[in-house]
Every structure is written in structure tokens, then in C-alpha cells.
């Protein structure tokens, strides 16, 4: 869609066609143009979706990260001095200028006009300008398409986002930035300036880190999490942090999807940010994923994945990066409701991947234990090879999605827990990743667990203390019973104790930092326990 459209008021001046709201067929032809250079490049896939490549940068850019720091972000922002970052008006004006004057020399720029967040009291409208085909069609994959009707009636954005990737700021050091990459924010311009990288997922998790700046201070939970729903209505959500199964779990064949990454919980209900979904493709088999296999088709674009001479993606080379993704409308998957949005959540799961051998694979949760759980949002990383469980690094990432929070962690602890109080919803920590075997649990047990959770059979099972992590573990469920108290997959109980010992001591440590005040410190006792 072609229309008169005036960058000049975002600073961008040029002769250049203006391509409004394309449509996929336009983006199509214009990625696969034989006179595209560099990573402006796409191939066309046996699967019909075009891959690309993002260059050097196959993830987030986090330490290039910054916000501007005014009146509106002064008080409000968590300055924690690594996620989120200070920088002054020179050195946006700075920054955008380069960016305004990479645009501005372009020949064709592309002005994708999007919806973040399904509900129209809440949603925020955002612009995207940019002169790669390819992104605009990641964004017009991952956000909501707005209708032709809300189209004619946009109206002027809530926040803009200028994304010049071929832009990068040589004067980085003496500003003292991290590198000549930058994506900045600018609240009081309702502004977004982004150089340097070709990273899809930075204009995606960049409108995610605003959500959770803008509605938890209306008192609506901003949530890293996927969602679905029943037959019924009832609605569960999984925290997670990646590799834990957040994706996988909520694409259940017996329930509707209704989002797999961002979301919100007001007095609607749950709501999705998105209006597609991002999942990582390395390995992807049609056995083991057959949702995300069957959505890589015409529409879809693939992000670093290796490409053969025949077309055919090789999803198993990781040669360019572990990070291979695809982005994909939402209506790709067959079980979804539309728009993306449900009633209020009655089971809230976290999702952690314990290499260390130690939690359970379902604890049942109290209120504070709930609230204490989700400021931990531990998971781990293994060292190496997956194999032997050696020496597994620990994670903890508040809100199970602590490189999006733009408040204080606890801020979004209250908001979820209100919500949790007032609707009844109950919480479960579900374990995805190992134990005394050494093995993972099996994906048919943990969705044994799940179903059991969804339909209420685990509050009628007979439950154990599990000492030293003070969690309450049912002791049969759903034909899974040899697993559920985690000491049972040990030779030796004396093997368990110490690693939860060593555990327990991280939660400890890691919870210390939020004991500025007496809300928090009255959740410790809610924490693993340490034997006296």
C-alpha cells in the first residue's frame, strides 16, 4: 500500500519512494531481487519461506543497549547499570542523525505500521522505518496487522522505530558506548533509533522492554511467557527462559495457542503482544515439532539458517549460529484463537531446567513461594556438552526475563502476584531439565506433569516436604511416580543432599540482592532452607 507519508518529521530527508504497509507479495519480490547486496540478500527455500542472513550479530545486542534519561525515565527506570543504561540527549541527537541521514540517502524506504497487544485500550501503535525489505517483513511477521480499516484510521504512532543497520557511529569511545553498534530509546521523543546491527529480534524485544516500562505502572502484568487455552476457557501461562520448553509446552495439540513469548494480564484477561511467533529451528525435526515445521512456508523468514544448493535448509548446521530462527504469522499454526487473547489464568508454571539434578519435576506452590520463585527465575546453562551433568552454571533471571525488565524486578512480582490473588490462580515450578539418572526428564513426562496441572488432578495427590529446597512435590501423578521426589533418582540420598546444599546456597546468595525492603525479606523463608 502505496500513500503519502511525511518522515520529515522524524528527521529523515530524501528523495526516496515511500512503500506503505506492504504487502507480503511486495516484500517477496523485493527480497529475492537479484540486485540486493550483503545481507540485504534472500534465498528462496525448497520450504517457499526466504532465509537470510544477519551478519555477524545472530543474536541481541544487549550491552549496546541505552535509554535516554529524562523526567519520565529518571525515577521510574531500573538503573541497573547493565540492562538498562543511561545516555544523554547529545549523544542520541548524535546517534539518530546518523541513522535520519542513512534513510534519508536511501532509495526506497519501507513504513510498517503495527500493533503491539491485542486489546485496542492498551495496545500500543508503533511505526517501523526502514530500508531493508527483509526487516520489514520481520516485523510485519511479529507484530498485529492492523486491518485496513484501523490502517485509514492510524492516526499518528505511539513510538517509532528507525532502524539504520547500515549506519554505525565512529565516535563510540569518546562518548564512552560499548561499540559503534547502538539501539536507543528515547521516552520523551516516544522514539527508537537502532545502527550497526541486522539482528531481527532487536526491533521484537525492543518494543517487549517498553511494554514492561509502560503497563505494570497502570498495574497490568507484562509477562515473558507463551499462553493457551481450553476447550473450556481456562487459560494457563509458562514462564520461561529459553531452552526450557516455553514454546514446545504451550503448542499442545488438545488446547489453543493463544501466544509463545509476550504477554499481558489486565481485567480482560491474558492478552499476546504479537501477532506471530519466533521460534529457534536448530535441529528442527517434523517427529519432534511438527507445529513449527509445518509453519515454515511462503511468508515465513528464516534467520541464519544454512541454506544447500538445492534449496533445501539444513536445520541441523550451526555453523553461523545455535541461534537459527524462524518468524512466522501467528495463523500458521492450526490451533490458535484469533484474535490472541483469553480469559484470566488459573495455572501459572515457571519452567526451569535444573542441570544440576536437585528440584523436582513439579512443585506445588503457595502464594509466597509463587512470588519468591519468580524473583528467582532460576534455570541453568550446562557447561559443555550435554552429556554427564558436570558443572552446570546456574542462572537467575527475575521475571524469568530479566534483559527485558525496564522496572524494578519486584514491580513485576506485585503486579503478577495481585493478579494471581484476585483471580485464584495457582503456580507451579516444573523442572524440564535433569536428575539423578543423569538424563533429562522426557518430554512425555514433563507433559504428563503438565496435563495434570491443567486439569486440577495434582491437588488431589498425596504430596512429600522435599527438605534443603523446601518445596512440596506430589508423590504420583498421571502414571508418573519413580521421579517425583528427586532423591529417589539417586544411588546414594547423601549425593542429592550435597548438590541441593550447593543449590540452595545459590538461591540464598542470589535472593540477598532484593532484601532492600520488608516485602522481600518476608518471602525468604519461602526460599530453600539451609540445613542448621
Known amino acids: 500500500m502505496n500513500m503519502s507519508i511525511d518522515l520529515s518529521k522524524y528527521g529523515i530527508k530524501g528523495n526516496f519512494e515511500i512503500v506503505h504497509n506492504p504487502s507480503y507479495e511486495e516484500l517477496y519480490q523485493a527480497e529475492i531481487d537479484s540486485k540486493n547486496e ?95 525489505a527483509w526487516q520489514a517483513h520481520f516485523v510485519t511477521n511479529m507484530f498485529i496487522r492492523p486491518s485496513h480499516y484501523e490502517l485509514a484510521n492510524f492516526g499518528e504512532p505511539d513510538f517509532v522505530f528507525l532502524n539504520g543497520s547500515k549506519a554505525t557511529n565512529p565516535q563510540w569511545k569518546e562518548q564512552g558506548l560499548h561499540s559503534d553498534v547502538f539501539i536507543l530509546f528515547n521516552l520523551g521523543q516516544k522514539m527508537s533509533v537502532c545502527g550497526g546491527t541486522w539482528y531481527g529480534g532487536e526491533m521484537k524485544k525492543g518494543i517487549f522492554s517498553l511494554m514492561n516500562f509502560y503497563l505494570p505502572l497502570k498495574g497490568i502484568a507484562s509477562m515473558h511467557c507463551s499462553a493457551n487455552v481450553g476447550e473450556g476457557g481456562d487459560v494457563a501461562i509458562f514462564f520461561g527462559l529459553s531452552g526450557t520448553g516455553k514454546t514446545t509446552l504451550s503448542a499442545d495439540p488438545k488446547r489453543y495457542l493463544i501466544g509463545d513469548d509476550e504477554h499481558g494480564w489486565d481485567n480482560h484477561g491474558i492478552f499476546n503482544y504479537e501477532g506471530g511467533c519466533y521460534a529457534k529451528v536448530i535441529n528442527l525435526s517434523k517427529e519432534n515439532e511438527p507445529d513449527i515445521w509445518r509453519a515454515i512456508r511462503r511468508d515465513a523468514l528464516l534467520e541464519n539458517v544454512v541454506v544447500k544448493e538445492d534449496g533445501t535448509p539444513d536445520f541441523a548446521d550451526d555453523s553461523r549460529t545455535e541461534n537459527t530462527r524462524v518468524s512466522y504469522p501467528i495463523y500458521h499454526i492450526n490451533k490458535i484463537v484469533l484474535p490472541s487473547r483469553a480469559g484470566h489464568a488459573k495455572k501459572v508454571i515457571y519452567l526451569s531446567a535444573d542441570a544440576f539434578g ?88 514433563t507433559r504428563a506433569i503438565i496435563d495434570a496441572i491443567i486439569d486440577g488432578s495434582i491437588e488431589k495427590a498425596e504430596t512429600v516436604h522435599i527438605p534443603i529446597m523446601n518445596l512440596t512435590a506430589p508423590k504420583s501423578l498421571n502414571g508418573v511416580s519413580d521421579i517425583l521426589d528427586p532423591r529417589s533418582t539417586y544411588a546414594d540420598v547423601k549425593e542429592w543432599e550435597a548438590k541441593a546444599v550447593k543449590l540452595a546456597g545459590m538461591y540464598i546468595k542470589n535472593f540477598q540482592q532484593y532484601c532492600d525492603n520488608d516485602a522481600a525479606i518476608a518471602l525468604i523463608p519461602s526460599g530453600p532452607q539451609l540445613p542448621k
Open 38 to 132: 550483503g545481507f540485504e540478500k534472500g534465498t528462496v527455500t525448497t520450504t517457499g519461506a526466504v532465509a537470510v542472513d544477519t551478519g555477524i550479530f545472530t543474536g541481541r545486542s544487549p550491552k549496546d543497549k541505552f535509554f535516554v534519561k529524562d523526567e519520565i525515565t529518571e525515577k521510574n527506570m531500573w538503573w541497573d547499570g547493565t540492562i538498562n543504561r543511561p545516555v544523554s540527549t547529545e549523544i542520541w541527537d548524535h546517534c539518530k542523525n546518523l541513522v535520519t541521514e542513512q534513510l534519508g540517502s536511501s532509495k526506497k524506504l519501507y513504513v510498517v505500521d503495527v500493533f503491539c497487544g491485542t486489546n485496542a485500550d492498551t495496545r500500543m501503535k508503533v511505526r517501523f522505518i526502514m530500508e531493508v
Open 358 to 445: 536437585v528440584l523436582p519435576p513439579v512443585s506445588i506452590l503457595d502464594e509466597k513461594q509463587a512470588q519468591y520463585h519468580f524473583l528467582c527465575g532460576f534455570t541453568s546453562k550446562l557447561a559443555g556438552t550435554e552429556r554427564g551433568i558436570t558443572e552446570p552454571v546456574p542462572s537467575f533471571s527475575p521475571a524469568f526475563g530479566e534483559a527485558f525488565l525496564t522496572l524494578h524486578p519486584t514491580v513485576y512480582a506485585k503486579v503478577l502476584a495481585d493478579k494471581m490473588r484476585e483471580h485464584g490462580a495457582k503456580a507451579y515450578l516444573v523442572n524440564t531439565g535433569w536428575n539423578g539418572t543423569g538424563k533429562r526428564i522426557s518430554l512425555k513426562d
